[in-house]
């Protein structure tokens, strides 16, 4: 595709719930990142895929947190038990390797009631 | 003490004059720096980076880095309504074998008024 595509856009949960989260990267990228974004704050690394080798899951804040690229192309994040803290604009963005120039898609807003 | 610091602003500046926003990061041993520009409502995207010391311009765009002091600069010619965004400066580890794993600062909200 022309660019990094995620959805859904837009997204309400009720606490408890569990949510997914999809992104579509660019094609041929071979780097795709997850990151959160509260508002008024600047986006916060979750996890890092090479392929579909998960090689940086540091950033996931807890073990409700999860994410795959099976293929190495499109990749999901699932959220179990959503809190209200998890609120957020949850970004995916791909880059051509080692260049360190991240493409980021138009993000997934989360809002957990 | 975060590891990427920028003044939240709002900045105000007018059309047509020079923007600065600026950017001090913790890390010392850090390489690589990039903005981005991030609109309301819509995702960021990369603006300029820099690796070595000095100046790097591109177009209306200069990014200035100073190791010693840590601090990361980016200058905006000419200002335009159009710049109103919020800049978001970005570090990457020393030694990160990662290099999409950006430190984020906060963000500076730019206003530029007609």
Known sequence: GAGVSQSPRYKVAKRGQDVALRCDPISGHVSLFWYQQALGQGPEFLTYFQNEAQLDKSGLPSDRFFAERPEGSVSTLKIQRTQQEDSAVYLCASSVLETGELFFGEGSRLTVL | QKEVEQ???????????????????????????????????????????????????????????????????LLIRDSQPSDSATYLCAVNRQGSSNTGKLIFGQGTTLQVKP
């Open chain 2, 7 to 73: 003044n939240s602003g709002p900045l105000s500046v007018p059309e047509g004059a020079i923007a600065s926003l600026n950017c001090t990061y913790s890390d010392r041993g850090s390489q690589s720096f990039f903005w981005y520009r991030q609109y309301s409502g819509k995702s960021p995207e990369l603006i300029m980076f820099i690796y070595s010391n000095g100046d790097k311009e591109d177009g209306r765009f200069t990014a200035q880095l100073n190791k010693a002091s840590q601090y990361v600069s």
